[in-house]
């Protein structure tokens, strides 16, 4: 979760969604922002990148709104997103470039393992940083796309500079088809066209 004082935001960093890009950007122009951490509670909790009954637990979003802060967050492809995690995974967890050990991250997905730990964050559905149950936590989200960094530009009244650091799908070698794990991300690909259409 990165915190902006001088322009008043807090966005929601889900994984993969080009949140290195935005901090590095935003820092240009608020170099005070804040790369907020919470209590890990015995790693169930990546501390960048948190659930909403995490936030919760704390009053951060109410808190934030109460004080007039806009919270936002940024709403990546899900297939683009569904291979770049499995990259992630390979690079960062150990998983072989195997169907065997792809399955087995996904299905701890499948399972919500990312509530018990935090290694599975990373491919945890988008739809899960944002919503509470049917509560919507952010007021606004924005796609990754080309257009990315005006439309964020355009929405604090600020100039960015930005680039795309993460992976795109056509950079991600595996055997696996996110067409076979749309139980997962259904909604997420619902989320996407909706936000699209906005």
């Known amino acids: 979760m990165l915190v902006s004082h001088k322009l008043k ?19 240009k122009i608020d170099p005070d922002l804040i790369d907020t951490h919470m209590p890990d509670e015995g790693n169930k909790v990546d501390k960048t990148h948190m659930l909403p009954f995490h936030y919760s637990k704390y009053d951060v979003i109410q808190s934030a709104i109460d004080n007039g802060y806009k919270v936002f967050s940024t ?14 995974a390979q690079k960062y967890l150990g998983y072989k470039n195997h169907k065997f050990f792809h399955y087995c991250y996904l299905n701890s997905i ?4 990312y509530t018990q730990n935090c290694m599975y964050i990373h491919g945890c559905p988008q ?15 924005f796609i990754c796309d080309e257009n ?7 929405y604090f009244g600020v100039e960015l500079e930005g680039s795309n650091e ?21 909604k997420d690909v619902e989320l996407y066209n909706k936000t699209k259409e906005q």
């Not at 935001?9 to 820092?27: D, E, Q, V």
């Not at 499948?110 to 393992?113: M, S, T, Y």
């Not at 739809?127 to 007021?139: C, G, V």
């Open 9 to 27: 935001f807090l966005y929601i960093h889900i994984p993969k969604n080009w949140g290195s890009s935005i901090y590095k950007s935003f820092k």
């Open 110 to 113: 499948r399972n919500k393992g």
């Open 148 to 154: 990315l960094f005006k439309n964020l530009s355009d």
């Open 75 to 88: 709403i990546r492809d899900p297939k683009e997103r569904f291979y770049s995690s499995l990259k992630y």
């Open 127 to 141: 739809n899960e940083f944002i919503f509470e149950e049917d509560k919507k936590i952010t007021d606004k989200d």
């Open 166 to 186: 993460n992976p795109s799908a056509e950079d991600v070698d595996t055997n696996m088809r996110f067409e076979d794990f749309l139980d997962i991300y259904e």
